[in-house]
């Protein structure tokens, strides 16, 4: 994960030992060499993922000219941080802070998610809301484009929304392997511990705009973003609003980059904004060829 970003790219290099400093353990060797079970631990994917869309960023940072930007869950903090709002030592503990909060929280009070496939979000959220009875939630967790979204909550009323769901014509309700029930009322004490070392991170103004997952709207001031990364735990992640915002706002010809790994989100934006323009920045081959395009 990374590892031929680094041997390639000495800004990526530079970005993967910082964080290797920050957290004073080797992040890098975790992700290169695994093995994968410790990886995937979320104190552990959290940073990983930050670390990998940083170095990527850092790569084709001279060749972008970013008017705003966006990021799904984690990836808000990474959106902070390649805005200039926040240091990428102070990011990468910020992370693996959330991460352990977050897995704490799922022990204290366990919780599972699902993804549903093939049923209009505003009908997920009206179910969730019949589902939840008897002191149990499931909510909509994940609103990721008009006919896919994850759910979140106890046990037993995702079960029950799972069932309400298919009845109600959802193609496939899918369980997902996750350590809690994430953007959800659960992660209550996740916030409250979040909110704390929110407080004590120095924060300045993004260099350009940021959509907030909780809100799907551009934040550019540095108290606005602390506030809503300590709401974002415990609020949906209005993905569809967020990118019909900005596809609304962007300029014609405008290129969407999606950076770091994978290219989830590219996809999730054809399907959310039909005529917008995406470009995946997380391997190697990619940066090289957008490099040699734009750099």
Known sequence: MGKDLAATFPAARDVFAAADDALRVSLSRLMWEGPDEELTLTHNAQPAILVH??????????ALEPVAGAGHSLGEYSAYAAAGALGLADAVQLVRRRGELML???????????????????RVVTLCAEASQDGLVAVAANLNAPDQTVISGDPAAI?????LLREAGAKRVVPLNVSGAFHSPLMEPAARGLEQELATVRFGDPAFPVIAN?????????????????????A?????????????????GTTFVEVGPGSVLSGLLRRI???????????????TSFLEQHG
């Open 236 to 252: 949906p992640v209005r993905w569809v609003e967020s990118m019909q915002r900005a596809a609304a706002d962007a300029a014609p």
């Open 53 to 62: 869309s940083l170095a990527a960023y850092a790569v084709a940072r001279d």
């Open 273 to 287: 904004a039909k005529q917008t323009t995406a470009v995946s920045l997380g391997t190697v081959e990619q940066l």
């Open 104 to 122: 704490d929280a799922g022990q204290q009070r366990r919780g599972t998610m699902a993804a549903v496939i093939g049923l209009e979000s505003e």
């Open 159 to 163: 079960e029950r929304a799972g069932q």
């Open 214 to 234: 909780a809100t799907a709207k551009p934040i550019d001031d540095a108290a606005a973003a602390k506030q809503q990364l300590g709401a974002q735990l415990t």
